[in-house]
């Protein structure tokens, strides 16, 4: 199982040198990859009466592929976004960016994707937040085809694409899609199309176990094998033993191939003190620094 980092978006803050001390610490560890989550635009509480969620008009998000470029010239970790809000985005843009990452990287990248939640940013980009669910399979097969066909057309529901694609072509063809999801339906759909996904559910726990079985009875058809549950995130890092530390073995039984370490917690605002939690959660789970 491989180990990696959840990016503190929130808050690192605007300090590029701070982007830059986080990556090349995580990657001195012995860290294999880093996760980034996005928002492109945050809520004005003031203007959105009622407004609960955890993200808003302050809070601090790098545009993920413009983050990933520089961090694919200062290290050689591997890469994912969890992840990009899919049917809010021009699909062959994020074709585009999705191949230049992964360029960069030499093939290090994975491209994690969601439906989203946030209707202030659909509406702020100009998509329709009610089909976003319809909209979003047809992009999944628009990106495959984007980044292994030198030329496609394609007439469907939302999209119209007639003898155009993208170059160069990423190293990987295709990119690996992995699925954030908590749904039934999302489940289903991983089942289809998903390379990995991003569990939110507690390893070893009747949840979980049901969401694979879902997974597994939706990637039924053709032959093709469900994903595994790649990519527990677990909880933040804590100052003396960090729950992932605990949790891996759980991870490992339960298939996982990738897992994550997140030091955003309250009490941890510069980016010496996650370079500090960071340093203790490598020793408790015995990696190797590079």
Excluded at 23 to 52: I, S
Excluded at 191 to 204: E, M, N, S, V, Y
Aim: charged content about 20%; overall charge neutral; hydrophobic content about 40%.
């Amino acid at each position: 199982m491989r180990i990696g980092v959840i990016f503190p978006q929130t808050t690192l803050g605007a300090d590029r040198g701070a982007v830059r001390a986080y990556a090349q610490a995580t990657e001195e560890l012995g860290y294999t990859h880093l996760r980034a989550a996005d928002h492109v635009l945050g809520a004005d509480r003031a203007a959105h009466p009622g407004w609960t969620r955890a993200y808003d008009v302050d809070s601090t998000f790098h545009e993920p592929f413009v983050l990933f470029g520089h961090l694919a010239a200062i290290t050689s970790l591997e890469l994912a976004t969890a992840v990009i809000i899919l049917p809010q985005r021009q699909t062959a843009l994020v074709a585009k960016q999705a191949a230049e990452v992964d360029l960069l990287t030499g093939g290090r990248f994975r491209l994690g994707i969601g439906v989203g939640w946030n209707h202030v940013e659909f509406e702020a980009l100009g998509q329709d937040f009610d089909n976003r669910g319809r909209r979003y399979d047809e992009q999944i097969t628009l990106l495959r085809r984007y980044w292994t066909e030198r030329s496609i057309t394609h007439h469907g529901e939302f999209e119209t694409v007639t003898g155009a694609g993208i170059a160069p072509h990423p190293v990987q063809r295709p990119i690996p899609l992995w699925f954030g999801a908590g749904s039934a339906p999302a489940y289903r759909r991983i089942g289809r199309l998903g390379d990995g996904w991003f569990p939110q559910l507690a390893p070893g726990s009747a949840e979980l176990e049901a969401a694979q079985r879902v997974i597994s009875r939706g990637g039924g058809g053709g032959g093709r094998a469900p994903p595994p549950p790649r990519g527990g995130a677990g909880g933040p890092g804590a100052r003396a033993a960090p729950p992932q530390a605990a949790k891996a073995p759980a991870w490992r039984d339960s298939g996982a191939t990738h897992l994550a370490v997140n030091t955003t917690q309250p009490g941890i605002t510069t980016v010496d003190q996650h370079i500090d939690a960071l340093t203790r959660a490598a020793a408790a789970l015995d990696l190797k620094p590079a």
